[in-house]
C-alpha cells in the first residue's frame, strides 16, 4: 500500500501505475527503471521534508515564495534554498490584512513590502515601517539614483505641510507617530528642517547643528505648528507653551517616545535621540551622508 506522505505522492503513484501496466504490454524495462528510480528520489525528498510537513508546514524555495507566517531553517530536505514555510492560521491571516491596510504606510510609501524577516529579500529590511511584531519588518529595494545603499527618502503624510520631507528608513515609524499626534490634537505639523548634509550652512535655524546632529542621518526634524485658521505657533510659543493645540502635540510626541528639542532650548525640534549611541550613529552617519549626497536638503 501507498504510504500516505501527500496528495502528490499519490498522484504520482497513480501515473506510475498506469505507465508501468503501458510498459508491460509494450516490453519495455526501461521505462520501468526510470519510473523506479524517479519514485524513490520523489520518495526520498518527501520522507526528508517531514520534520516540516509534521508541524503543518511547506517546504519551497524562500527565493521565489512569500511565506506570510515565516521561514524555518533546517526542516527540509535539499539545498539551503528550501525551506520550511510555517502554517498561517485564519487568525494570522486576519492580522496580515488588517496591518496590510492600517499599518504598513510607511514602508509601501517607500517602495517596499511587509513581510516576515525570514523571508527573501532583494535589498535590505528596515524596522519600525510596518505593523505587527518586531520580525515584521519593510523590505526596501536598493538606494536608486546612484545612491546604492541610501536610506534617506522622501516622505508625506496628511498631517505635515511646509517644506518637503526626507528622512531615513528607520525614522520613518517616528514620523508616523508625529502625524497621528497631529491629527490627535487638531493640528498640521510645519515643516522647516528635515535631512541635512554634513558642513551645509543652514539658514534660520534656532542652533546651528552639531557634528552629531540627528538631522545628519535623517533622524529629526524641525517645525512649527499650524493652527485650524493657518496661523502659526513658531518657536517662541512652543518654548513659552502659549497655545493649547500645541501643549497637546507635544504632550503626544513626548508620550510616543520622542524629545521634544524644548528640553535643550531647541523648541521646534524633534528626533529619536539616535545620536545617543554614538558608534552606531557615526556607522549611520557615514553611509547615508556619502550614499544620499542626491538627496535634496529642506
Not at 520522507?47 to 524555518?72: F, H, M, P, V
Amino acid at each position: 500500500m501507498l504510504p500516505k506522505y501527500s496528495t502528490n505522492l499519490r498522484l504520482l503513484w497513480s501515473h506510475i501505475a498506469f505507465i508501468e501496466q503501458t510498459s508491460k504490454r509494450g516490453g519495455s524495462q526501461g521505462i520501468k527503471m526510470i519510473l523506479a528510480l524517479v519514485l524513490a528520489s520523489f520518495l526520498a525528498v518527501v520522507s526528508g521534508d517531514s520534520a516540516c510537513t509534521n508541524i503543518g508546514g511547506s517546504c519551497l524555495d524562500w527565493r521565489y515564495y512569500k511565506c506570510t507566517a515565516g521561514y524555518e531553517t533546517g526542516l527540509c530536505s535539499g539545498d539551503s534554498n528550501r525551506r520550511c514555510c510555517k502554517s498561517c492560521s485564519s487568525s494570522c491571516l486576519s492580522d496580515e490584512n488588517y496591518w496590510s491596510s492600517n499599518s504598513d504606510g510607511s514602508c509601501t510609501g517607500a517602495g517596499g513590502e511587509c513581510k516576515d524577516d525570514s523571508n527573501y529579500c532583494n535589498g535590505h529590511y528596515a524596522s519600525s515601517m510596518c505593523g505587527g511584531p518586531s520580525d515584521r519588518r519593510c523590505c526596501l529595494p536598493h538606494g536608486t539614483g546612484g545612491g546604492g545603499s541610501c536610506t534617506v527618502r522622501a516622505y508625506h503624510n496628511n498631517n505635515f505641510v511646509g517644506d518637503p520631507i526626507h528622512v531615513e528608513d528607520g525614522f520613518r515609524g517616528a514620523m508616523d507617530s508625529i502625524n497621528s499626534a497631529a491629527g490627535r490634537c487638531g493640528v498640521k505639523v510645519y515643516i522647516t528642517h528635515s535631512w541635512r548634509k554634513l558642513g551645509a550652512v543652514i539658514g534660520g535655524a534656532i542652533v546651528q547643528p552639531a557634528s552629531n546632529s540627528n538631522h545628519l542621518v535623517g533622524h529629526a526634524i524641525d517645525m512649527n505648528i499650524q493652527r485650524s485658521d493657518g496661523s502659526l505657533c513658531n518657536g517662541d510659543c512652543l518654548q513659552g507653551q502659549w497655545d493649547n493645540a500645541a501643549n497637546c502635540f507635544l504632550d503626544e510626541v513626548i508620550a510616543a517616545g520622542l524629545t521634544w528639542g524644548g528640553v535643550f532650548n531647541d523648541p521646534v525640534h524633534i528626533d529619536d535621540r539616535y545620536n545617543t549611541n554614538l558608534n552606531r550613529y557615526y556607522a549611520l552617519r557615514d553611509v547615508v551622508q556619502a550614499a544620499c549626497s542626491h538627496v535634496p536638503m529642506t
